[in-house]
């Protein structure tokens, strides 16, 4: 992209120099012109006063050339920068004097004798009307009793400006003239005749005109010249600097505008159209700042909107997941408690019959199949232990009370944990527990209960073995978290909302009641259990409770 | 002692004889020459040989029969300078010395003027003498021109008042007429618009601004103003814009102009005769100054006022109407 600057010294730099030129070129011709014309009237004063020199017009009346002197002289004073490059002075027979410049190198018989002329003039009348001055210039030329000027250029190559003049006997009253033209002429015969004396041709050289052209060229149109382009130099300075200058200004504000930033105004430094547009750009920065703010007011206010919608929106869905839950946590617990109300008493008959039965019948009893009826015995014991364990849990499930809380000490609470579950071998455990932790509001049993499920889930998560962390810390200043984190085979994805649902489990063996159970009882204790887990690495949870105030 | 006058009584005859030759002689010896000597002479310098002068002159032969003035001589003064002084620095040097001198045209007007200051110098034909400086004690002269009021009177009685009447003047030249002329003008109703020139070739674009503004144009003796060129361009004033033209020169009217009031030439001179007759009977001690031609004549162009649209036939029943072309 071509910039403002660029197109604007380009255009003025074109302009100057087109200005510059065509001012040098007409100043230039003027002054040559003018000095031609200077030159001619130069010339056609001096050849009309030798013409009207009445002691050259006796002269050549007596045809005495030695007469010539007194008024060649008085020319020559005339002629002090000795501009006459030659002078011819005739009758109407014959050359009278012929003198050339010894300064300039001419062939007189180079310069015409102007004989058509001579011929001409030999029967001239005299005219009424030659009043309205003297002629010059070839083109101009009309009256033979006129001077005549023409341009003569030598072998030599020196140029002239050549007068020719004629010499008459006498002439005319000028107010008679114009008496004879107001009275009235026609009935007069005019037989006079206007004697024509003689003829003066007289040279004046260019050397000198070409002399002054040049000093005038170096004296005005060289200054002239440098001093346009000077002009224009300040001028395009002064362009760039009072125009293009606050227009980048203008747009590097502009820029900073755009990338945000609205605080930025543009001084004003004049009172023309740039600053009137500073001003407008000003007015239009405060507008759009003005807008800018209200919209970011509008759109904080829009933020919190939609913070205050997602939160409303997120308790709404826990809300709803609670209540769910809850709703299925009452069914359940009202079926488990059923449930194992009715199944617990048929299984403790069950579980007395066969205390008794296995105590009454003895080996030889069955006869020979004494070691088959063991296995069976024992069979039938361990599942009727297993029944009841699992009516036991529904009814624990079902039977969960109000939280009695009182403060304890998580490291307490977890290595107490640890110590009522059996943790395989290949499972090594790590504790990070500070005794300097503050102590939390809870109801010691419930929670132990919750630790013991997830150590336990833990354990059963890693049946290859690996290892287990539990991390106690403080989270902000009323809670502390403890998690538990294994790398046992983790949760997939799909199954992990469903994860404290009651009766949901992903073990072949379980009720599903574990997370279930844990779930409620960390709710009723106003703390939050959450889970991460990644599939093949690992599962976390996350238990939150709140610190009790110790000061309270 | 006798008487012896028988003798008288009979050379009576001889006595009265010789009384009559004696009174003869006495006469001849004192009065012829004084009646001789009573016959004015005058000296006749003309310009230069133009009609207008010749006629002048005849008049002035004319007016000088039977007043006893004869003229001496009359001098061509070619139209030159140089030659005129010459001439009259030759009358100067010859012992007879005139009794006055006619002077007819600018040139031996002013030539005279110079040369002579204890003749009377009567001079006529002198265009616009106002610019020459023609006075003094012995200088008188009649003007070669009609008096604004009579050129004014005749164009009142062609157009009527109430006019835009046009003059293009030379100020250096001019200015006195035209001066006189603005409040002649007023007085005959008409309103005078003026166009100065300095030069000769100021007066076509003068002319192209002025007719449209007048009702006639008045062209004066104006040497910047009156030229081949103004000539030429009268019959295209007439023929575009229907602009009457009058002047005090009957070659405008040749040229097309409407009409011209000019002196009568011969009467001109007759006047200056009578002039001089009474120059030389009485001669006053102060100049006579300069007297306005008694006999004008009117010269109508038939054409131009055909052309324009004017009735000239109530003039023309005038004497002294020259009417152009005849």
Redesign the interface.
Known sequence: MTSIRAKLVLFVSILVVTIGILCCVFLLNHTKRQQEDALKKFGTSLVMLLAQD?EVAYALHSAQPAFLDAAINRLRDIDMEEEIGYLRISNTRTVMREEKSQRINVNMEEIPMKKSLLKHHMTTRKSL?S??GIHTGTSTFSSPSALFCERIKTSSGAVFCDFFATVFG???????????????????S?E?LRPVLGFVQMGLSHHKLNERTQKIIWQSIIPMGFGIVCGGICLMFFLTTYLVSPLRHMANITLDIASGNLTRMIDVKSRDEIGQLSINFNEMTRSLKASHDEKEKIMERLRDHIKGLYNTNKELKETQERLLRSEKLATVGKLASGVGHELRNPLGAIKNALFLLNKNVSVAHVQGEGQKFNAFMEIIEKETERSIKIVNDLLGFSRTAKPTVSPANVRALIESSLSRVRIPEKVNKIVYAEDSLPPILVDVTQIEQVFINLIQNACEAMPMGGLLTIRAQKEGSSALSTTFTDTGCGIPDNVKHMIFDPLFTTKSNGLGLGLALSHSIIQRHEGHITLESQEGKGTTFTVKLPIANTQG | MKQIFPQSERYHGVILLWWFAAVFLFQTTFFVPRLIAAEKTVVIFRSQQIAAYNEAILGFEEGCKEKNISIKTIYDLHGDTEEGKRIIQMVKKDGTKPDAILAVGVLAATLAKEHFSDIPVIFCMVINHDRFNLQGANITGISSEASIEDQFAVLKEILGPHKNIGVIYDPLKTRKIVAQANIVAKQFGFNLVKSEVVLEKEVASALKNITPKIDALWLIPDSTVITKNTLSSIPKIIQDRRVPVFSTSDVMVKAGALVSVSPDYKHTGIQAAQLVQRLLTDPPSTSLGIQQPKKLKLTLNTQTAKTIGINLLFIQSYPDVVLYPQ
């Open positions: 009445n009307w009043r309205g006498k002439k005319t009253f000028s107010e008679e003239e114009f008496a004879a033209q107001i009275l009235g002429e026609d009935k007069v005019k006079e």
